[in-house]
């Protein structure tokens, strides 16, 4: 099943962001002023992983009054992107075969 869903950060805080790991990720999508004289809050996406990631681009921009500051799909490309990942389970990888593991570990950095 394929979900997208906007959150807002009061609702970001509180989602137990390590249990929902393996199932949802969670993406910046920018500060956006939702209603006419409202301050622009960040806003989040949760999208089911991996089945909504690879479509997030076609999604199309969130609805809003207007999006105040970029979101991780309006990453600058071409001369510099900071890119940050995280890789699920190393903790069980290491118990199973840590020189397997710290091989991968070696070609990411």
Same mark, same amino acid.
């Given at each position: 099943?394929?979900?997208?869903?906007?959150?807002?950060?009061?609702?970001?805080?509180?989602?137990? $962001? !390590?249990? *929902?790991?393996? %199932?949802? +990720? @969670?993406?910046?999508?920018?500060?956006? !002023?939702? $209603? !006419?004289?409202?301050?622009?809050?960040?806003?989040?996406?949760? @999208? +089911?992983?991996?089945?909504?990631?690879?479509? *997030?681009?076609? *999604?199309?921009? =969130? &609805?809003? #009054? &207007?999006?105040?500051?970029?979101?991780?799909?309006?990453? /600058? +490309?071409? =001369?510099?992107? #900071?890119?940050?990942?995280?890789?699920?389970? =190393?903790?069980?990888?290491?118990?199973?075969? /840590? %020189? #397997? +593991?710290?091989?991968?570990?070696?070609?990411? #950095?």
């Amino acid at each position: 099943m394929c979900v997208c869903v906007c959150v807002c950060v009061c609702v970001y805080a509180q989602l137990p $962001k !390590e249990q *929902l790991r393996a %199932e949802v +990720t @969670l993406a910046h999508l920018g500060y956006h !002023e939702l $209603k !006419e004289g409202w301050a622009p809050v960040p806003v989040y996406g949760a @999208l +089911t992983y991996p089945t909504m990631l690879m479509r *997030l681009g076609l *999604l199309g921009p =969130v &609805r809003s #009054i &207007r999006q105040t500051s970029a979101g991780f799909l309006q990453a /600058p +490309t071409g =001369v510099a992107t #900071i890119c940050f990942m995280s890789a699920q389970s =190393v903790s069980a990888l290491m118990s199973w075969n /840590p %020189e #397997i +593991t710290q091989v991968g570990r070696s070609d990411l #950095i």
